[in-house]
């Protein structure tokens, strides 16, 4: 019998591009209009800023500009009256780096600028990105049987409820406070923390971060004078984290819902192998060294050897109590 499972996954590959293509056509749609007028504003800019300094010469403030921009991208500030305490790479700030490094967050603000940094981080990450996700899984797992299996097993013997529907009911109820308390709360709050950042800013952050998406255009803490800046960036880490866990929990729910693994077998070309392997693996019947004998089997019976079979009557000799 023909598989169907290559026919499967060429329409995924391809559904997967067309994806791709919408969200491309999309977005540059919506946000092309908006980059042409900030364009236009800073060429207004420019030609009244040179027109106001005729002594000053155009190459030498592109070449001012294109070092400043170098500098502020490395996450240093180019202001002058900023306090002398703001620095970017103490030790609440490469906590804040390496958190979100691991968590392939990646806010990309700051980064690493010295060779030996760049080197450091390639082999920090090799191992702890591995070892960060290995954590936040057993951690939601461990969540899953305790914020889902324990409980619907109590209600299911409580309740004359169909387990089936009451799985549903349970993960609905528990996916809606998840995102109650890692999405439109902390919005919240880093909607007053922020001076700059609308609700929707917010939301936003909040859920770049915790999809692991971090474009980066939104980093909490970096704004110029904030108070208790170290504690802040503490709370956002611990934030990112439980967070994470939380997301990771909502996704392993909705997988065994939807019954995940068999939808994901459909497009597998080696799954029928890799399946019957593991049952034959997992059947405790099956043993290698003896031939497989069916309960029920009778005539197979008599054909197995005495040594095979220890507590079978001898049915191919005489019995001596009949002699």
């Known amino acids: 019998m023909v598989s169907h499972r290559p026919l499967f996954f060429l329409l995924l590959m391809l559904s997967y591009v067309m994806y791709l293509v919408i969200g491309a056509y999309i ?128 209600l299911h013997l409580k309740c004359n409820f169909a387990r089936n529907k009451l799985e549903w009911i349970h993960a609905g109820v528990l996916i809606s406070v998840l995102a109650l308390l890692f999405f439109f709360i902390p919005a919240v709050i880093f909607y007053f923390l922020e001076e700059n950042w609308d609700y929707v800013d917010a939301l936003y952050f909040c859920f770049i971060s915790l999809s692991t998406i971090g474009l980066g255009d939104y980093v909490p803490g970096d704004q110029g004078g904030q108070r208790m800046t170290a504690l802040y960036k503490i709370l956002v880490i611990c934030y990112l984290l439980i967070g994470l866990v939380a997301v990771f929990l909502g996704v392993e729910i909705l997988k065994s819902l939807l019954n995940y693994n068999q939808f994901l077998n459909l497009f597998l070309f080696g799954c029928d192998d890799s399946r019957r392997a593991e049952e034959m693996e997992c059947d405790p019947t099956y043993d290698s060294e003896l031939p497989f004998v069916p309960k029920h089997d009778e005539k197979t019976r008599r054909r197995l050897p005495h040594s095979a079979s220890p507590t079978e009557k001898s049915y191919g000799s005489i019995n001596p109590s009949f002699s």
Request: hydrophobic share 45%.
């Open 27 to 154: 977005f540059s749609n919506l946000e092309q209009p908006q980059e042409v007028n900030l364009r236009e504003k800073v060429e207004n800019l420019w030609s009244k800023f040179l027109a106001s300094h005729r002594c000053l010469s155009e190459e030498l403030l592109e070449d001012f500009l294109r070092s400043a921009l170098l500098v502020r991208s490395s996450g240093v500030s180019v202001m002058r009256n900023i306090s002398g305490l703001e620095v970017k790479w103490d030790f609440i700030s490469s906590l804040f780096f390496t958190g979100t490094t691991l968590t392939t967050i990646g806010y990309g603000h700051p980064f690493p600028i010295s060779m030996s940094g760049k080197i450091f981080c390639l082999f920090y990450s090799i191992i702890g990105i591995p070892f960060t996700l290995s954590f936040l899984t057993i951690a939601a797992r461990n969540l899953l049987f305790l914020l889902r299996d324990k409980p619907v097993h109590v």
